[in-house]
């Protein structure tokens, strides 16, 4: 199969594509399967395009074969990172019908964040200037429900579990002990803190980068963009 971004950099069809591209109205209307998000924008649409069809019960699951681990082998490039909770109902890959090379993928439990998950976060767009990066919360995180639950009762959980819940303490307090108000203030609340991350911001107002939050429903499968 030739591979239509191969020739776009290549020069050899950009002149006929890019026309049609112009005549067709929106970038992400002429998009193709095969051309990657180049803006924060264009990177969303593909982001909900793709979980529309999860929803829908129409995904095409694209990317997932040995052409692409080929494509893919000697270099990466994905349009988005999507930061989302650790739960097994909530595989990024899956929800928004990607595949390989497509998505970096940051997972802690409540998508709780440090040092080190910031560090994770910024490799993509710093690095190699990913577009977007998608906070993910969900709903009945079970996580957030523990640390909830924890911080009610003034019962510390073992081990690093109460690590997890002194990450979620302020979003406890403003939630008024709602668990699904919390996993949602939560959620803005790490997008707010990835904003004002040093690597991020200046991308952020030159246009170059969009950090998102949004919210997953397990009973429907749909994506909803929070902030
Ligand atoms: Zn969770």
């Given at each position: 199969m030739i591979n239509r971004r191969v020739l776009?950099?290549?020069?050899?069809v950009a002149g006929g594509l890019l026309a049609g591209v112009t005549t067709a109205g929106s970038a992400a209307s002429a998009r193709t399967a095969d051309q990657r998000p180049s803006t924060p924008d264009e990177a969303w649409a593909a982001l909900r395009e793709g979980n529309r069809r999860w929803v829908d019960g129409t995904t095409t699951h694209p990317h997932q074969d040995a052409a692409r681990r080929r494509e893919v082998a000697q270099k990466q490039d994905p349009y988005a990172v999507v930061f989302s909770c650790i739960d097994s109902r909530v595989a990024p890959e899956l929800v928004f019908d990607t595949g390989l090379g497509d998505l970096f993928v940051v997972r802690t439990a409540g998508q709780t964040i440090d040092p080190l998950v910031t560090g994770a976060a910024e490799y993509g767009p710093a690095e190699l200037g990913t577009p977007l990066v998608v906070v993910l919360g969900h709903?009945?995180?079970g996580a957030v429900t523990a640390a909830a639950e924890s911080l009610r009762k003034h019962k510390k959980l073992?081990?690093?579990?109460?690590?997890?819940?002194?990450?979620?303490?302020?979003?406890?307090t403003r939630s008024g002990g709602d668990v699904d108000k919390m996993i949602r203030v939560n959620t803005v609340d790490v997008v707010s803190r990835l904003k004002k991350d040093k690597l991020f911001a200046p991308r952020i107002a030159q246009g170059k980068l969009k950090v998102i939050g949004a919210y997953y429903s397990i009973d429907t499968g749909e994506v909803t963009r929070l902030v």
């Open positions: 776009l950099r290549a020069g050899i709903q009945r995180c073992p081990g690093e579990l109460s690590t997890i819940a002194s990450s979620l303490r302020s979003a406890y």
